[in-house]
């Protein structure tokens, strides 16, 4: 989780492969409508969010309803972003938080291609996040690193919820 360019889906899908488990990203689970606001520069209110938020938990629900696990890129902003998803799936997950500065951040953004989420909507993104400190199941890696070592720390810092 975290804010546009963090990293979200290359992190999440090098932790699905360490792990084992099947990766989704969450960007592609977005309405068109979404997709269309977003491409326009315009940010996401919250009443875009949730139909969205449903398909996210409902996709990790569904997987761990058969047993499995997932991973799944979401960038879960708000604390009532996660407590929705934390229902969804009755508690059985944790969030890998990817933070950075808004500089880095910004770079990122400027650097990646063929991605429908302009540079301009990074300060609403900001602007929106609520940081996760003290929430359960949380994991916070610093993106100022190679992808090798945040996923090592990432996964690391999972270890103990392992069992959700």
Not at 68 to 87: E, P, Q
Request: proline content about 5%; some cysteine.
């Amino acid at each position: 989780m975290g804010v546009c360019g963090c990293g979200k889906s290359s992190v999440g899908a090098a932790i699905a492969e360490r792990l084992g488990l099947p990766f989704v990203e969450g960007d592609g689970l977005h309405p068109p409508s979404n997709v269309e606001k977003m491409s326009r520069g315009e940010p996401l209110s919250d009443e875009d969010r949730w139909p969205w938020l449903e398909i996210v938990g409902r996709t990790m629900a569904d997987a761990l309803g058969r047993g499995d696990g997932i991973v799944v890129s979401c960038s879960a902003l708000k604390k009532a972003y996660r407590d929705r998803l934390r229902a969804a799936t009755g508690g059985r997950l944790s969030f890998v938080y990817l933070e950075g500065t808004r500089e880095l951040l910004n770079e990122r953004m400027g650097s990646r291609t063929g991605h429908f989420m302009p540079t301009s909507l990074l300060d609403s993104q900001l602007a929106t996040l609520e940081v996760p400190t003290g929430e359960p199941g949380v994991v916070a890696v610093d993106i100022d690193r190679g992808i090798g070592e945040i996923v090592d720390m990432a996964v690391a810092g999972l270890s103990p919820a392992a069992g959700r």
